[in-house]
């Protein structure tokens, strides 16, 4: 589930723009402050950020530094009022997606948030991918993953066998074993699989 | 009397000490020699007297001694021939007796005449002897032995005889001289004189000798036995005692027996006369070397004062040299008397082309001769003021610098005043920076202008972007659901609302920003425009003078007044007229002139009161064509620092004020393919109308 979080002290902002995302279809969570959302904030926490830069108490910037170091990385739209412009460049230059200047072209902003939203989910899809493909790795044994280097080097059976100093028919079971435990069909699908991993 | 200045050191050399002191010793060694002579010429000169008078004392007493002999000699003659008389014949006693009468009577010497026969005894005496007493009772005791003595050496020699000397009464003392007498070769008796030394030297002594001289006879232990002195006169005090070192003594023999003459001379007059001269001389002398040590006092003295004069000269002359400020007397006609060196090089010129100098003075500025001459009247007649007086001179070279002067009666010893003594001070740095701070004051107050309006700004975007963002934002929400056609009429209703309530957020936001900064009302009012007018060119006067552009002011004294707030009419004056002098800083320097005009316009053709038409030319560079468009667009500007808030302010003001503000270029005077030779600014602004007057009066009156 992606969500907008939207951080910002005015309250007519956050409303305005929630019936503008709602009018999208993209979910939104209001956050009256950078300490609130803060508070709620958790490290599987999915979806995009838009913080305005001038705030009561912490400022959007100082959250985003805060955030940085808790190691979120959820992708941070920053709204920026007059004057705010070499403030918001540089967060850019610190990771932040995009910034948006006030008063905005709201579409494009919707665009931009959806955009970010993807982003996040493909983000997330190919962490996801990565801590699966470790835990399989993990399952096998010091044999199969030997026989599984070596089939991802274009190794034939054959060589294998010889290189290794087993038979045939052991190599091919071995073969199985690795291609059941990491979910593929095919020797092209492992070896994708292993250096996208990389 | 101030001495004029110098370039070059007039310290003569100081004299040696040494140099000095021997024409000072002259006159004394001088004296003390002519002192030392004298002296000495005294002492011989008394040498001498005293040598002649001691010769003169031993002639005086040899001769007086000898006199005594001769008168002694006399007078033995006469016994001798009484005695003669007595061996001779068988005396008459009574004829003897007379004849030895008359010896006694006639030599006063004499005091006694005796006869005594061959045994001593005395036979007769003449005068005779006291009856109630023996021979010798008032003589001493051994007074017949000393006799007998005598009259045995008679006898026995058969010549004269003298006896020692013997008291013969109370009061004198005296000798005897015995004759032997001889009747026929045999001893019968002897005459016997008895001499008194006190007759013998009062009778036989002359009177100028006793004036001179005291005379005495001494025996052997020097009992004085007879003395002549100086007759003392009567009444008059004793004259002075003999001088016992001017004595001389000669043996008195006859008659022997160790008596002795002594005379003793007496002081003499003329002595004491010369030592009143000699007193007198060395009083003198005296007299005349206090007087020249006094003068080597004084003229010490005046050596020192010399001294200290040459040594405060030259302090002086050190502190004045030292002077940065100019220091420069005049004489009660003005005419410069002394100048020091710090003014010569103020003005750049010799002391000598200064000195003796009238008004004009060579510094003046040719163009404020005649402010300059009413400042010297002013000083001249002492009414220079205290607080200074500021001035602009000019050097040789043609530089310029400003002064600041203040002056001070000039008192000589006597104290009269002589003159003036002003002191300079080049106060160019000073008035420069003066104006350089003061500059630098305006554009830091222009600059926290600038921040404040930039702090403004940025709030007001701030404040504005909000709720603009907000109706952005719920506007493009509606337009999205009405175009995908989903949607709930009650819920766009409620977001259309919210949309609404933001739109008046934003304009409480544009409202509150007019209120702060519009903090008070006009203060409206009739005002003279030409006033108005006259304070700008008052309070642009520093920044043209620095620009170096003169300001004209043309303006009707009879104009009427306008309505409307004075200080708001200032700002729109001075704002117009700093642009035209800014605009002239690449003009030709004698070409900056910056003019202002006003003149009623209107009013005849029966359209009110007419308007006041006000002008502001400028010979700048004049508005380019691009640039006139927008010139009174909001936040245009063509300088550096400006905010291009002005033109537009002022284009308010007036408008505010019911006028109209416009410009024009100015065509070149000369040639018209010029592009320009300027910018004029006008402005038209409705006289006031005498009858609503009143009106608007209250209304001022009710805004204050």
């Known amino acids: 589930m992606t969500t907008l979080h939207i951080v910002d002290d005015d309250e007519a902002i956050r409303d305005a723009l929630g019936w503008l995302f709602q009018s999208r279809n993209v979910p939104v969570a209001g956050w009256p402050s950078a300490e609130a959302f803060l508070e709620a904030w958790r490290p599987e926490m999915a979806g995009c950020l838009l913080l305005d830069i001038r705030m009561e108490g912490m400022s959007g910037l100082e959250l985003f530094d805060r955030l940085l170091s ?26 932040a997606r995009d910034f948006v200047e006030k008063p905005f072209n709201d579409n494009e902003l919707v665009d931009r948030v959806i955009d970010a ?7 997330r899809e190919r962490e996801a991918g990565q801590a699966g493909l470790a835990a399989r790795l993990a399952t096998l044994t010091q044999r199969e993953r030997q ?43 492992l070896t994708r699989l292993l250096t996208g991993a990389a | ?117 061959a045994q001593g005894r005395t036979m007769l005496a003449e005068p005779p002897l006291p009856r109630d007493g023996t021979p010798g ?20 020699s058969g010549l004269r005889a003298y006896g020692p000397p013997y008291r013969i009464d109370a009061t004198d003392r005296g000798f005897d001289v015995a004759f032997p007498l001889f009747r026929d070769g045999a001893f019968v008796g002897a005459l016997v004189g008895v001499f008194s030394f006190e007759a013998m030297l009062t009778h036989h002594v002359p009177w100028w000798f006793a004036q001179r001289y005291q005379l005495e006879v001494i025996d052997v232990t020097g ?79 005046r050596l020192r004062a010399e001294e200290a004069l040459r040594e405060e000269h030259a302090f002086r002359k050190a502190m004045e040299d030292s002077l940065t400020v100019g220091m420069r007397a005049r004489d009660l006609e003005g005419r410069i008397t002394y100048v020091n060196p710090a003014f010569c090089r103020m003005v750049g010129l010799e002391p000598e082309a200064l000195v003796g100098c009238g008004p004009p003075m060579p510094y003046w500025l040719p163009e404020e001769i005649d402010r300059a001459e009413a400042a010297l009247q002013d000083v001249l007649a002492g009414r220079a003021p205290e607080t200074g007086l500021e001035m602009r001179f000019r050097r040789a070279n ?17 104290g009269r005043q002589t003159g003036w003594m002003g002191s300079v001070l080049d106060i160019t740095e000073r008035k420069h920076a003066e104006e350089l701070a003061r500059q630098q004051q305006e554009r830091l107050q222009q600059t926290s202008r600038l921040i404040t309006m930039g702090e403004m700004a940025s709030t007001l975007a701030h404040e504005l972007n909000q709720p603009l963002s907000a109706i952005a934002s719920y506007c493009t929400g509606c337009l999205n659901r009405l175009r995908s056609g989903r949607f709930d009429t009650d819920e766009v209703a409620a977001a259309l609302e919210k949309l609404a309530a933001q739109a008046k957020r934003a304009g409480q936001v544009v409202r509150r920003i007019h209120d702060f900064v519009r903090k008070r009302d006009p203060n409206v009012a009739p005002c003279s425009l030409a006033q108005v007018l006259e304070d700008c060119v008052g309070l642009t006067g520093a920044d043209a003078a620095r620009l170096g552009v003169r300001v004209e002011l043309d303006a009707p004294a009879d104009l009427p007044p306008v309505t409307g707030d004075r200080i708001l009419l200032q700002q729109v004056v001075l704002n117009l007229m700093r642009n035209g002098i800014e605009a002239m800083a690449r003009t030709p320097r004698g070409d900056r002139r910056l003019t202002v005009t006003v003149r009623q316009e209107g009013g005849s053709d029966g359209a009110g009161d007419g308007v006041l038409l006000t002008e502001i030319r400028d010979r700048g560079c004049g508005v380019a064509p691009d640039m006139a468009e927008r010139l009174f667009s909001p936040f245009f500007t063509t300088k550096r620092e400006g905010m291009g808030m002005g033109l537009n302010i002022c284009r308010s003001i007036v408008e505010h004020h019911r006028g109209r503000l416009w410009f024009e270029p100015v065509a070149a005077d000369g040639g018209p393919d010029d592009a320009s030779a300027g910018t004029r600014f006008l402005f038209t602004l409705p006289v006031h109308a005498q009858p609503s007057g009143r009106i608007s009066d209250q209304s001022a009156e009710a805004a204050e």
């Open chain 2, 223 to 301: 009992t004085v036995l007879g003395a002549k002195s100086r007759m003392v006169v009567p009444g008059s005090m004793a004259g002075p005692a003999p001088d016992p070192a001017r004595s001389h003594v000669i043996p008195f023999d006859p008659p022997g027996h160790g008596l002795a003459l002594v005379a003793t001379a007496y002081p003499s007059d003329s002595n004491v006369t010369r030592t009143v001269l000699v007193a007198a001389i060395f009083a003198l002398t005296g007299s005349a070397l206090w007087s020249l040590w006094s003068l080597r006092r004084h003229i010490a003295g």
């Open chain 1, 117 to 123: 939203l993807a982003f996040d989910a493909e983000q």
């Open chain 2, 137 to 156: 009772a008032d003589g001493p005791p051994d007074d017949s032995l000393t006799r007998n003595d005598a009259m045995r050496i008679a006898r026995s």
């Open chain 1, 70 to 95: 808790r190691g979120c990385r959820m992708p941070v739209i920053f709204l920026t009022g007059h004057g705010d412009v070499p403030i918001a460049v540089n967060a850019l230059k610190k990771g």
């Open chain 1, 147 to 189: 026989v599984m280097e070596l089939v991802v080097a274009g190794r034939l059976n054959k060589v294998i066998a010889d290189e290794l100093g087993i038979s045939m028919r052991t190599v091919e079971v071995h073969r199985s074993h690795v291609f059941e435990k990491m979910r593929v069909k095919t020797a092209v699908e």
């Open chain 2, 1 to 117: 009397m101030p001495l004029p200045y110098r370039n070059s050191g007039s310290a003569a050399p100081p004299s040696s000490r040494s140099g000095r002191a021997v024409p000072h010793a002259m006159p004394l060694v001088a004296m003390a020699l002519v002192v030392v002579l004298l002296g000495a010429f005294l002492w011989l000169l008394q040498r001498n007297e005293r040598d002649e008078e001691a010769l003169a004392l031993i002639k005086d007493a040899l001769w007086v001694e000898q006199n005594l002999h001769f008168q002694l000699a006399s007078d033995e003659d006469k016994l001798e021939r009484l005695a003669e008389t007595l061996g001779r014949t068988e005396v008459d006693l009574r004829q003897f007796a007379a004849m030895a009468r008359l010896v006694v009577n006639t030599n006063p010497a004499i005091e006694r005449v005796l006869w005594l026969d």
């Open chain 2, 398 to 414: 043609g530089e310029r610098f400003d002064a600041l002067i203040y002056e001070a009666p000039l008192i000589d010893a006597n």
